[in-house]
């Protein structure tokens, strides 16, 4: 019986996630990728700053780090539409956030009332544990009181999934609202 629902933040909660940023504007995954996700793991671990992270990227793309700060920020507001939906499943299931991100990312990118609709929020550099380690899965269930069995998981990125499934959580690849949606509702009516 499912009891608590985690949802990943960036490219689910707000956004469409850091590397999906970095295409629109012109950046060449297949070229810069692996360059990304290295930054990217430095800062979700805490290793650099997310300042670090800007200016980093900034220069692989030709941006200041001004200008790209500015891009990303404007494209990682929050989800509003999921996050009203979140407030209907509130009353009948515990809600965590599971993020990578850099510390203070969560009261960076929502307002308190948004906070509010979660009674975890678990961020890499803040835990010293990163997804897909499977550590980073069991210890959100534990402080939201479940077990991993007892979690549904939604993350838009397939091998967070994967390490969601690996701990006996059920797991939903999102893609768009209405197919989470749909596929959450199936999964609640088990």
Not at 135 to 153: F, N, T
């Amino acid at each position: 019986m499912t009891k608590a629902i985690i949802f990943d933040c960036f490219g689910v909660l707000a956004g469409s996630g850091y590397k999906r940023i970095y295409q629109s504007v012109g950046g060449n995954l297949d070229k810069d990728g692996d360059y990304v996700d290295e930054q990217l793991h430095r800062s979700n671990t805490g290793e650099i700053s997310n300042e670090e992270l800007n200016k980093l990227v900034a220069e692989r793309i030709g941006k200041t780090p001004d200008e790209w700060h500015q891009i990303v920020e404007d494209a990682e507001q929050p989800n509003q539409e999921l996050l009203d939906y979140i407030k209907s499943l509130k009353p009948n299931y515990k809600i965590g956030m599971l993020s990578n991100a850099y510390f203070g990312t969560a009261k960076r990118k929502f307002s308190p009332e948004q906070l509010a609709l979660f009674d975890e929020v678990i961020v890499s550099a803040e835990v010293g544990m990163i997804k897909p380690d499977p550590a980073i899965y069991r210890y959100v269930a534990e402080k939201l009181g479940v077990k991993p069995d007892e979690c549904v998981y939604i993350d838009d990125l397939e091998p967070y999934v994967d390490g969601a499934r690996a701990v006996g959580m059920q797991a939903i690849h999102y893609q768009q609202l209405a197919q989470m949606k749909k596929e959450l509702q199936e999964v609640l009516a088990q």
